[in-house]
């Protein structure tokens, strides 16, 4: 198991090219299970989840092959199982979202159910019922979910919560429904818009993504096509977070300030001047030390859960108090008690984490325990006096590309080595 | 000698084998099993005719190498298309290609 050292001492300076979504690419890689003829996708981030889906369907009998810009192109017309082995899914709960394309397309589909996950408690029950809205017969037996289904049928679906995975699930499957779908309560992320934009560009008719109604007239047939996947808009705000937390100023490239609005609010209120050019941000601390902010978690548009972690790195140094309050996952604190052994002042009540900015922190092994704790940790790393040394990396391997090089080419001074 | 296998064309002499054409998940399946008995002895493979390749190419440059360790023979590959070598940074195992330009 590798670490990463980080030593402090770096103000952030430099560009770098922001890499696609990885949580637009795993759906649009599903979705591809939807189509005739093979489909291509572009601007692929390489991560381990990407890797772990091509294994997925791969595993399926599915032909997909990786081309030297890291376009993936996916043929289904080999496949040969409908299955989502527990092996597999266990390692990536967003294997979840093959069930919706595999029962439309296929009329089945076995996929294993996700587990616990560390972050909090992430249900499918909204998934199986929408589905069974749609006619499917499901049960759920020896840890799978077992789906049949002739066409599926439009239906009305009112989700109980705004899911991500789920709206994008249902979307899926009724593309290819008989009739017309409408998903109400629908998640409104400008990654559940980019697979919308994919299936209507194999010939689905959505519309109404971004909005919390989304309405899908279903179509005999999907054809497979090229597409580009939108920027990381979390990979963009971790590396704004890093050059503020650093008081430096950075170009980060390829990306689009228009899908972290909330995110770019924030680092303004802790005085970062941030412009925007083309597809570029420029963001500039002039040196300064951040001030605190204070953040609530929601579905977007709202400030995104994926970024808590990394505000919390942000206010662990900054002048004044924040408050984070996290309403999306109720175990997503972790990343605290490790920041606290860097002599960050951070309480914990409940949902929300008081966090007392110090001057600075100190070096000091920590532990990741998930994706974007990870993220943090690293952060605070950058300005913790001292090497810091984070452990357990293979969780931020899961969702940055190449993220020491990136940092490093920004000045940071961060190496990988074996634990 | 010479033969095509899919969409390569293979050239083959006393050591080495020529590979011309593009190495795609069309063409290595059938590349693989014909190629099953080159390794039973030390060999070289040119890929300097290979005009496109992707994932599926470096799959069975793998597979050959591992073919190659269980016969218990050397294996060198030569002018690796810059594409392939490209994939297998990207996976953190281009140190382990033995590849040469020449």
Redesign the interface.
Known sequence: MNKLLIQDGTTLRGEIRISGAKNAVLPIMAATLLCDGPATIENVP?LQDVTTTVTLLSSMGV??????T?SI?V?NSTIESQVAPYELVKTMRSSILVLGPLLAHYGKAEVSLPGGCAIGSRPVNLHIKGLQDMGAEIEVKNGYILARAGRLQGARIVMDMVTVTGTENLMMAAALAEGTSVLENAAREPEVVDLADFLNAMGAKISGAGTDTITIEGVERLEGTRYRVLPDRIETGTFLAAAAITGGRVKLKNTDHTLLDSVIQKLREAGAEIEFDDDNIILDMHGQRPKAVSVRTSPYPAFPTDMQAQFTALNAVAEGTGTIVETVFENRFMHVHEMQRMGAEIEVEGNTAIVRGVESLTAAPVMATDLRASASLILAGLVAKGETEVQRIYHIDRGYELIEEKLAALGAKIRRVPH | MSESQGGVSVNMNAQQVLLTGALDFASVSQLLRQSRDWFNQDRVIDFSGIHTSNSAGLALLLEWMKISRQKGHQIKYHNVPAQLMTIAHAYGIDDQIPAENV
């Open positions: 390489h032909q997909v092959v990786i081309d030297e890291m192109e043929d």
